[in-house]
């Protein structure tokens, strides 16, 4: 569980930029998509791929929500988006593996970027299949990113009425939130150890547009919190994103004094550790975890 949970949170557009050697070094914390951190690795892909490989369930998210699930033929395991229920698993977010990938002989493998994955993907690319290397790091990349997939499958229009889809959540979300209080929150991405989203990270960005203020401050967007200090911060609300975790307990939890009042949310999905068209439900249901006085408006 302690994988499935770093998997989920270490988080799914310009035309092809020239084809980057394998080799080539990878800029850790480097620029988002929005800021032109997108690049290629391998040889150059085609101009319409027929069988692709997603290397993370927001990338799959993205690739359904343009209509070209069929040209998929290979998610991780931990893809749940019942389209894809049938096909070959390769592996995980952190730990894709090459040979099941080259096994599927895709002509297109899309990879939300994470160092820990970098060693496969580099083999993949190595071996002559093109990699799509897309770093996204907060809201503006996942538009970006969409555009960018959507071209790389050969189809831009799609990309542009995803890209507006989910520009106008955000515009709603954050009109809806501006008269509203803003409520100092605690997201929780993990229980065992307690992982909170940190400033930086893609959730915080989530709870700024639905007009909440995140307690947790300093440069480390996955910090790994002691439950004590969580208490100390003394958030209004704690948000529980730990979906997969509901049920297994966190033994002192009921420390923070939010918990104890009962003003803790449990969210029924992962969308809001999955950076792509998932934001647009999610942002619904951030919403409401954050202004439940809203529901009736």
């Known amino acids: 569980m302690r994988s499935l949970t770093f998997a989920l949170v270490v988080l799914a557009a310009a035309a092809p930029a020239l084809a980057q050697p394998a080799n080539a070094p990878w800029p850790d914390g480097g620029q988002g998509a929005a800021a032109g951190g997108i690049r290629w690795l391998g040889p150059p892909a085609t101009a319409s791929p027929r069988r692709v490989v997603s290397l993370a369930p927001s990338v799959t998210d993205t690739i359904v929500a343009l209509g070209h699930v069929s040209q998929l033929v290979g998610v991780t395991r931990f893809d749940s988006a019942p389209e894809v229920a049938r096909l070959p698993r390769i592996g995980g977010f ?25 060693a496969p993907v580099t083999r993949i690319a190595e071996i002559g299949i093109p990699v799509l290397a897309v770093p996204i790091i907060g809201v503006a990349d996942v538009i970006f990113a969409t555009r960018a997939i959507a071209r790389a499958l050969g189809d831009p229009a799609a990309g542009d009425r995803v890209a507006a889809r989910i520009e106008g959540a955000l515009a709603r979300a954050r009109a809806r939130a501006s008269p509203l209080p803003r409520r100092r929150v605690l997201l929780l991405v993990g229980h065992e150890p307690l992982v909170v989203a940190g400033p930086g990270s893609y959730p915080d960005e989530l709870l700024a547009v639905v007009g909440a203020t995140n307690v947790v401050r300093g440069t480390t967007p996955w910090p790994v919190f002691p439950v004590e200090r969580a208490a100390a911060l003394d958030p209004e609300i704690v948000i529980d994103a730990a979906v997969r975790e509901h049920g297994g307990g966190q033994v002192g939890l009921d420390a923070i004094p939010a918990v104890r009042r ?36």
């Open 94 to 118: 952190l730990d894709p593996s090459a040979e099941a990938v080259v096994a599927l002989r895709p002509d297109l493998v899309v990879w939300l970027t994470d160092g820990s994955a970098l």
């Open 262 to 297: 009962g003003a803790i949310r449990r969210l029924t999905t992962d969308d809001a550790l999955r950076p792509g068209p998932a934001m647009i439900r999610t942002l619904d249901e951030l919403f409401l975890a954050v202004h439940p006085e809203a529901v009736a408006r």
